[in-house]
Structure formats: C-alpha cells, structure tokens
C-alpha cells in the first residue's frame, strides 16, 4: 500500500501560517519588554506583565475557539482569528502609555489562541491518518524553527534600526501568517446544530485530552526554567559567548531528528518515542546542572532538543488521535491551553524555586522530576499502549 502524501500544498501553507505565526510571538517575546523599559519608562514587573497578558488572553479564548469549530465553518473562523492577531500589529505604533500597551497584547493574544487552535485542528485533518505522528512532528517543528530565529531576528532588528523598523517587522510577519493561511483550500463542511456555547468545563475541554495535556504541561514546567533561565545560567558560568546557540542546536537536531521520530511514531506506536525521548531529556537537564564547558552546555543543548522537543509534538499527537474527527478543534484546544498554564504558572515557580536553591540544583533536582513525569505517563497511557500492541501482534 502506497502512503497518502504527506506534503501537499495545504499541509506546506498550515505549517508556514503556523510558523510566521510563532514567529512574530518569539520576535516580540524578547523586544517587547525591552522596548518598554527603554522607551516607555516601564517598570520590570510592568515589562514582565506584556507576556502574561498576551498568554492568558490566548488560555482564555482556545477553549471557545474550539467550540466554535465544531458550529460553523472553519475557513471563517481561520480568517476572523487570522485577522484578529494581524490588526493589532498595527496599534503597537500608537500603543505610548502601558495600559495602552497591555491591551494590545490582549487583542493579540486573542487573536494567538484562536489561530493556533484553528490551525492545529486544520493541519489534524489534512494529514493522512497513517501518518500523523510524522505530520505532526514536521507542523511542531515550524514553531520550534520560530523559537530560534524569533530572537535573533528581533534583537537584531531592534538593536540597530530601531523600534519602529522593529514594529514594521513584526506586521511583515503578521501579514505573512495571514496570506499562508488564506491560501488554503478547506473543503465544505456540514457542521452539527449544536446549541450555543457552553462555558461550563465538560463543554469547554475535551475529556480525552485532558490527561495527556497535564502530563506535557507536567514535563513542560522543567522546560520553562531552560526557556527563561538558561541565558543567565550561561552568563553565571562565564559562558555567555556561546549562550546564543543553545536554542541553534536545538533547533538543529529537530531538523536531523524528525524524519525518523515521526515515522517510528506511526508504525510503532507512542512508547517508542516517549519512554526514550523522556530519559534523554533527564539526562540532558542532569548534563546542563554539571555543566562547565562549551562543550557540556551544547550537548546538553542536544540532549534537551532531542528529548523534549519531541515530546511535544508527540504528545500533541496523542492529544488529538482518540478525539472524535469533530472534537479536533476542542482536543487542540485543551492541550495548548493546559499545556500553557502550566508552563505560565512553571515560569513563576521556577524562579523562586531558583532563587532558593541556586540554577544547578534545580537543573540537577529537574532530572528526577522528569522521571517522575515518565511515570505518570507509563500509568496513565503506557501500560495501556503496550498491552494494545501486545494484543494486535498476537492477533496477527
């Protein structure tokens, strides 16, 4: 049996609507905070506030955006959510006191949760079923792409041309998302009268996914203090030369990675992936709390790309495979807006966990939370997977 393409035009206008997306996030993740302590006379908790705002505006809205799908069409609702996180880019230019500011993070969170819930439910549909898990690593893989180039593109830009070349930019990018997007070709759909939508948690969740979205949000929260504190970390080690690659690495063995993890995922199932990639990310962070030289701070770098960066897409995966064909949407929905919170909340415990304990202990402490992770997984899925499996080979 020949298998169904993969890289059609659709799948290859998602996934760049899904990167220019990530990409204006990443690009104003780290300029924005910068541009309101310089510019605007922002205080640091003020500049800190500009992320929190955008991301809980984007936890509140993903649950009614996948509602939303399942009532109207989806096309019409890729192009209000589009629409929603480009027209914000351009009140940034008159955005000249905070509160200002925090609203148009907010309209642009919106906007960031609609078109990410969308677009997850949109790329689960065109990929052909027999290869999801490899699908959906190549989808995940463009936001990773992003979490590299966002960065350097943005302090880049900022640093020498300034804010408003900076805000130019970031409408570029905007508008970009915005032109993959409508360059689709949804096919018509006849959708359910469902009643309207509910804001009670049975009807804003999809019950499938909740479990493997607190796992990912779980895992994630060791995740955060790489994202937010590895910089510093690199700068207290005197390496703060080669601080700047660690995310190029990554990046890099995502790229290498890919074609195979996605492929074993759909002919030999999640474990495959899961149990492997969560022991090496252990590993990495335990590499990363020992770390000394360049060297041992980029192969912990690999370690962590490898083992973590899979897990998410993987993880994604499960999150939407035993959601009905409807409840997509819904199933995207719950995982990125679980996932989220606990990567928002992680962020803040982190630091104070690090102010307590210091940055290599909590690395260090950070491998046996991750195995702990594994064993949540094992209970919750795991076992279940692996006697499924056991149970086709001795049926065959």
Not at 28 to 55: E, R
Not at 302 to 309: A, E, K, S, T
Not at 356 to 372: A, D, K, P, R
Not at 381 to 396: D, L
Request: glycine share 10%; charged share 10%; proline share 4%.
């Amino acid at each position: 049996m020949v298998p169904q393409r993969l890289w059609t035009k659709d799948f290859i206008g998602i996934s760049l609507c899904n990167f220019f997306l990530f990409l204006a996030f990443y690009f104003l993740l780290v300029t924005l905070p910068v541009y309101a302590l310089k510019d605007m006379g922002a205080t640091a908790g003020q500049a800190g506030l500009l992320t929190t705002v955008f991301l809980l505006a984007a936890i509140l809205i993903r649950p009614i955006a996948g509602q939303w799908l399942e009532r109207t069409s989806t096309r019409l609702v890729l192009i209000f959510s589009l629409a929603l996180f480009t027209l914000p880019t351009f009140l940034y230019f008159l955005a000249d006191s905070m509160p200002i500011m925090f609203t148009v993070r907010f309209l642009q969170g919106l906007g960031f949760g609609m078109t990410t819930t969308v677009a997850g439910a949109i790329v689960s549909n065109i990929i052909p079923k027999e290869r999801r898990g490899e699908g959906m690593g190549y989808y995940v893989m463009a936001a990773n792409l992003a979490m590299v180039l966002g960065p350097f593109l943005g302090l880049t830009i900022m640093q020498n041309l300034g804010s408003s070349a900076m805000f130019v930019t970031n409408v570029i990018l905007a508008i970009g998302g915005m032109i993959a997007g409508l360059s689709l070709k949804l096919p018509k759909e006849t959708k359910e009268i469902l009643g309207p939508i509910s804001l009670h948690p049975s009807g804003m969740f999809e019950r499938s996914s909740v479990p493997i979205s607190f796992i990912a949000a779980f895992l994630g929260l060791s995740y955060a203090g790489v994202l937010s504190f590895v910089s510093v970390y690199a700068e207290s080690l005197d390496l703060i030369a080669v601080s700047s690659y660690f995310f190029v690495v990554y990046a890099a063995i995502l790229l290498l990675s890919r074609p195979f993890t996605g492929r074993w995922f759909d002919h030999y199932g999640s474990n495959v992936i899961v149990v492997p990639c969560v022991v090496i990310f252990a590993i990495g962070m335990f590499i990363l709390s020992m770390t000394t030289t360049p060297l041992m701070f980029l192969l912990s770098a690999l370690l962590i790309g490898l083992g973590w960066g899979t897990l998410f897409s993987t993880f994604q995966t499960i999150a939407i495979q035993d959601a009905p064909s409807t409840k997509r949407g819904l199933a995207i929905a719950t995982y990125l807006s679980i996932f989220d919170f606990g990567v928002g909340v992680g962020s803040f415990v982190v630091g104070i966990v690090i102010a307590g304990i210091g940055f290599q202990s909590f690395y260090g402490y950070s491998t046996l939370y991750i195995l702990v992770g594994l064993g949540l997984y094992w209970f919750f899925y795991g076992r279940k997977i692996e006697n499924r499996m056991t149970e086709q080979v001795a049926e065959k």
